[in-house]
């Protein structure tokens, strides 16, 4: 008999889904499972105001298929100079779930990022007086930090003061990639909680190394040794709330991933929630993956659950995934999780 578990409809709490074309070619990958996610401001260029928020939902509401009920979740894209009025408008109306704290020049599209956590203390008390949460990359950016210490370091010199300065103001660690991080957030007494991605429960830099460069592991923050992914696996895995899924899915074609100067992501929206109940089952935690995946994340963000239900089944002969899907812009490698998945979403 074929092995079959029932979940609440999971959200991914970090989603890229980018603009046009390949908004619409990504999208329907995402809302095939998932009821809601929080999606990502670093555009070309970046969802900085309200009204650019509100023009992004539109255009990603244009590109969901008539009666999906996907529900994107909005976030403002923190800048040196933006205005505490506007984002706690934006919060209040409901347009907005959260904002994204990229320092500048960490990652893809965050040339507009905070360049000193000093310059928008104003709009971080805002945010925790009215309850708003804050999302934030965790990676220093200084060229003298080893790329591997940069979220450690991150804890340490900016993450740790601001929690001291602003206990009240919710934050969110984004796809934490060490046992230092994930540590720090078990100490932590209140308002901190993080979300790990789906690949970084699976490979370590090794994936991305050994034998030749295997560009579609490459992402930030990245992958890092063995001990760190474990704890990611356990902190994943213990049923500790304060940890979610975000699943950091984030698109770029194949001749931009497979470059001299290849882009940061791993698009793993296609099997992300395969691959996540092949590693709660090895792990022995299949009945941890609903708090994961489905109850931990709205919890923290104040929200109720989806309504709905979402069954995963095993078979015996592996699910076939795509090894890409096509975009107008070019195809887009999927996420490979170096062995075959047998659990499938019916
Ligand atoms: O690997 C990544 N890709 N990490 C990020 O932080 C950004 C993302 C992207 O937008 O491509
Ligand atoms: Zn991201």
């Known amino acids: 008999m074929s092995q079959t578990i029932t979940i609440t409809r999971p959200d991914d709490w970090h989603l890229h889904l980018r603009d046009d074309e390949m908004l619409r070619a990504v999208l329907p990958e995402t809302a095939r499972h998932f009821g809601r ?9 970046p969802v900085v105001t309200a009204n650019d928020a509100a023009a992004y939902r539109a255009r990603i509401m244009d590109a969901l298929p008539i009666g999906d009920d996907f529900q994107p979740l909005m976030t403002l894209y923190l800048t040196d100079k ?16 959260a904002v994204k704290l990229y320092p500048a020049g960490a990652t893809t599209n965050s040339d507009s990022g905070v ?35 940069r979220e450690s370091v991150f804890i340490d010199t900016v993450l740790d003061p601001l929690r001291r300065a602003l206990p009240e103001l919710k934050i969110i660690s984004e796809h934490i990639t060490t046992k230092t991080a994930a540590d720090y957030v ?31 592991y490459y ?14 696996r356990k902190a994943a895995t213990s049923g500790d709330a304060r940890f979610f899924l975000g699943t950091d899915s984030a698109p ?17 929206a296609t099997n992300t929630m395969s691959c996540l109940a092949h590693v709660f089952e090895e792990d022995g935690a299949l009945d941890k993956l609903e708090g994961f995946a ?20 095993k078979s015996s002969t592996p699910v076939e995934y795509p090894v890409s899907i ?21």
């Open 37 to 45: 996610a929080i999606i990502m401001p670093n555009l070309v260029p």
């Open 82 to 97: 933006t205005n505490a009025v506007d984002v706690a408008a934006a919060y209040a109306e409901g347009l907005i779930t």
């Open 115 to 149: 360049t000193d956590i000093k310059h928008v203390m104003p709009v971080l008390e805002e945010m925790a007086a009215i309850g708003c949460p804050l999302c934030i990359h965790g990676e220093v950016t200084g060229a003298d930090i080893d790329i591997f210490d």
């Open 186 to 216: 078990m100490a932590a007494d209140k308002n901190l909680a993080a979300t790990i991605t789906t690949h970084h429960l699976i490979i370590n830099r090794n994936h991305i190394l050994v034998g030749g460069i295997k560009p579609h």
């Open 219 to 232: 992402c930030l923050p990245i992958a890092k040794r063995e001990h760190h992914r474990i704890a990611l």
């Open 252 to 268: 770029h074609t194949d001749p931009n991933k497979e470059s001299a100067c290849g882009c940061a992501g791993v698009f793993s």
């Open 294 to 313: 489905s109850l931990n994340g709205p919890a923290y963000y104040g929200l109720q659950p989806n309504r709905a239900k979402l069954m995963l089944v």
């Open 326 to 346: 096509e975009t107008r812009d070019g195809p887009v490698t999927v996420f490979d999780p170096g062995y075959p998945l047998f659990w499938r979403v019916v």
